[in-house]
């Protein structure tokens, strides 16, 4: 009877945790995503020291996300977690997807602002180009130099229109860039209060959940006697 009562037991444990690998909800399934977009998004934020500290913060609430699922599960790991800690759980897990999603929105400022400077950097030599070019037309029209110095002039005119036009559209390219840095950078301030809200209800939800009172063990309600049957009465004497 000993052997077969621990192969029940065995069966038991192997049948809830297959249950329990089969029904995994959608917030721990979320929880999976964010640390996967986690690590794929370290990369992108080498050399960015702010971007790194928000990657941080989102391992930091990821680490607590699977601190309060080990510790809300039940029945020997196997079991459901509470209402209480899936909801935890979940607001750790979308403090993480903000942090990710400013670190990234970082990186992107950075590299917008960068590709900027390189493109004014190229405006100005362009500028100093065609100033040249108009200061060699104006010795052109006073000095008249002959016709091999016209040719080279001419063909320094038509590399400078095509430079020119190259111009002109890295200003629109310019112009795009600099209307998405200013999104990016709402996105981003955006995305820092609600960072900030995110964990103001987390230490709400902290300081509620340190409040809770120890759990009380309650017995199986005695059912209650049933009425008198009014058929079984006893009959009236004559």
Not at 113 to 128: D, H, M, P, R
Not at 154 to 183: F, G, H, M, P, T
Not at 198 to 208: F, G, V
């Amino acid at each position: 009877m000993k052997w077969i009562s621990l192969f029940f037991v065995s069966i038991f444990c192997i049948s809830v945790s297959s249950v329990y690998a089969a029904g995994k909800n959608k917030t721990l399934a979320q929880l999976d995503a964010t640390r996967a977009a986690v690590e794929a998004a370290t990369w992108k934020t080498e050399g960015n020291k702010e971007a790194a500290a928000d990657l941080e913060r989102a391992r930091t609430a990821l680490k607590y996300a699977d601190e309060s699922h080990k510790s809300g599960r039940s029945m020997f790991g196997f079991g459901d977690i509470s209402p209480e800690t899936e909801k935890e759980i979940k607001l750790s897990v979308d403090m993480a997807d903000l942090a990710t999603t400013t670190a990234l929105s970082r990186v992107g400022f950075v590299r917008a602002v960068a590709e900027l400077e390189a493109i004014e950097k190229q405006f100005a030599s362009i500028s100093a180009k065609l100033k040249l070019f108009e200061d060699r037309m104006a010795e052109l029209k006073r000095l008249r130099l002959g016709v091999d110095v016209c040719r080279k002039i001419s063909n320094e005119l038509e590399i400078i229109k095509i430079e020119k036009a190259i111009l002109a559209s890295q200003v629109d390219q310019l112009a795009a860039e600099q209307s998405r840095a200013d999104k990016l950078k709402i996105e981003q301030l955006e995305l820092s209060r609600k960072l900030d809200e995110m964990k103001a209800e987390n230490a709400r939800l902290s300081t509620q959940l340190g409040k809770q009172p120890t759990e009380i063990k309650t017995h199986p309600a005695v059912p209650a006697p049933l009425p008198d049957d009014p058929k079984k009465k006893a009959p009236k004497k004559p």
